[in-house]
């Protein structure tokens, strides 16, 4: 499994847009793996997780071509994870496919499919909808959809109810991060999300993880979040898949996802997570 990190940023990007905080002056200053573009990754030149704003930029810097991409894997609905107005590029006059070329699928929860404009679904663009716990397959990879603990109702009123630590927690969407399997290789995706849930580490339990990439957008605030995670959250994680049997000293932990309020410059924030790779625009990881 090859997994191309293309974007590494929260939803404002880092630096953030308007902002004149020290870390946002400082990375315009300093570039390179200080510059970070909204959050999205490649699997084996195959099968796209989160489909954000900055998608056509990052197949432009990283050299890619996007006509050979038939699968979107999108975790939920916010706008950094699915810009669904570059779905519209794959249209007749806007691209000129084969015409026995497959649609491009879009794998997602139940409001990611209605995100997605009626008229564009066709011969070019199909919506599968994912549900959690139920493996699917895409492209060869048995995807297993997990329940992401994100866009968190904080009133408790709208439903779609998950269980952390014995404690129910609403949410306004099915949010969902992946376990991806082929050949043997396990990559556990877990964007946006905050600690699991109780059904996610059942689940997960004995399960050999090769590469795990952790939502990390709080980064260097301390703390317990919720609906994302910081460096300490990470760790503790890390701690957690280890004791589960789900890692071991082989498995590779990445840090991605984060906002320029929790950043601090690359190397700063490789100290503070010890047994991960701080991600970085462009990072390619291996198992």
């Known amino acids: 499994m090859k997994l191309q990190f293309l ?43 989160d489909f954000g704003p ?10 890619l071509d996007y006509s050979g991409i038939h699968s979107l894997l999108i975790t939920h609905s916010h706008e950094d994870h699915l810009a669904v107005t570059e779905l519209n590029w794959r249209w007749p006059v ?4 084969p015409k ?16 997605i404009p009626e008229s564009l679904l066709g011969e070019r663009i199909a919506f599968q909808r994912l ?22 109702d904080r009133r408790g009123e709208a439903g ?26 396990r990559l556990l995706y877990a964007h946006d999300t905050s600690w699991f849930t109780d059904d996610d580490w059942a689940f997960l339990k004995g399960k050999r993880l090769d590469i795990v990439s952790l939502d990390c957008t709080y980064g260097r605030l301390d703390g317990v979040h919720l609906g994302h995670m910081g ?26 996802h984060f906002s320029h309020n929790g950043l601090a410059p690359y190397d700063e924030m490789q100290k503070r997570l010890p047994g991960f790779i701080v991600s970085y625009d462009g990072l390619t990881v291996e198992a």
């Open 7 to 49: 974007g590494t940023a929260a939803a404002e990007g880092a630096p953030a847009l308007f902002c004149a905080c020290d870390f946002c002056r400082k990375a315009r200053a300093l570039g390179g793996r200080e510059l970070r573009t909204r959050a999205g990754s490649l699997l084996d030149g195959r099968i796209k997780l």
């Open 94 to 97: 806007y691209a000129h496919v």
């Open 160 to 185: 779609n109810e998950v269980v952390v630590g014995g404690e129910a927690i609403s949410r306004v969407e099915e949010a969902l991060f992946y376990l991806i399997e082929k050949d043997g290789k």
């Open 100 to 115: 026995e070329d497959p649609p491009l699928t879009v794998y997602g929860n139940a409001r990611v499919g209605e995100m």
């Open 131 to 152: 549900r959690p716990f139920e493996t699917v397959t895409v492209e060869g990879y048995a995807v297993t959809p997990l329940q992401a603990v994100h866009c968190i």
């Open 54 to 63: 900055d998608t056509y930029m990052q197949m432009l810097r990283e050299g």
């Open 231 to 256: 460096a300490e959250d990470n760790l503790r994680v890390r701690e957690e898949l280890i004791r589960l049997g789900s890692a071991d000293e082989k498995t590779v932990f990445v840090a991605n």
